[in-house]
């Protein structure tokens, strides 16, 4: 059974950081694409961040270009995203997720296969 696990949510202030990581377990994601989507309350859910399967290449949502950077372990089977200089507007559930073997970046979330539960990030004023 695939399984996708995010971690390192949480709540931080403005101009903070955290580090979100995403877990797979149940297959090797090693040759796919990957991506960051979130969803804000009220809101449908956005791109944020892809990645290649190699990690040589990443996308970024205006949004978070600069601040926000994604990147890859692939014998951990881990996907990272590092966010720094947070804003409360990027408060929302973030969820990890694997698009195709041998992908590149995609931003269309119908493109992506398997997808984390989910995980709060709350930025306070």
């Known amino acids: 059974q695939v399984q996708m696990v995010e971690s390192g949510g949480g709540l931080v202030q403005a101009g903070g950081s955290l580090r979100l990581s995403c877990a797979a377990s149940?297959?090797?994601?090693?040759?796919?694409?990957m991506g960051w989507f979130r969803q804000a309350p009220g809101k449908e859910r956005e791109f944020v961040s892809a990645?290649?399967?190699?990690?040589?290449?990443?996308f970024y949502a205006n949004s978070v270009k600069g601040r926000f950077t994604a990147s890859r372990d692939i014998a951990k089977n881990t996907l990272y995203l590092q966010m720094n200089s947070l804003k409360p507007e990027d408060t929302a559930v973030y969820y990890c997720?694997?698009?195709?073997?041998?992908?590149?970046?995609?931003?269309?979330?119908?493109?992506?296969?398997?997808w984390g539960q989910g995980i709060q990030v709350t930025v306070s004023s």
């Open positions: 149940g297959r090797t994601f090693s040759n796919y694409a």
């Open positions: 990645i290649n399967w190699t990690g040589g290449t990443s």
């Open positions: 997720a694997a698009s195709t073997p041998f992908g590149g970046v995609t931003t269309a979330e119908r493109t992506y296969k398997y």
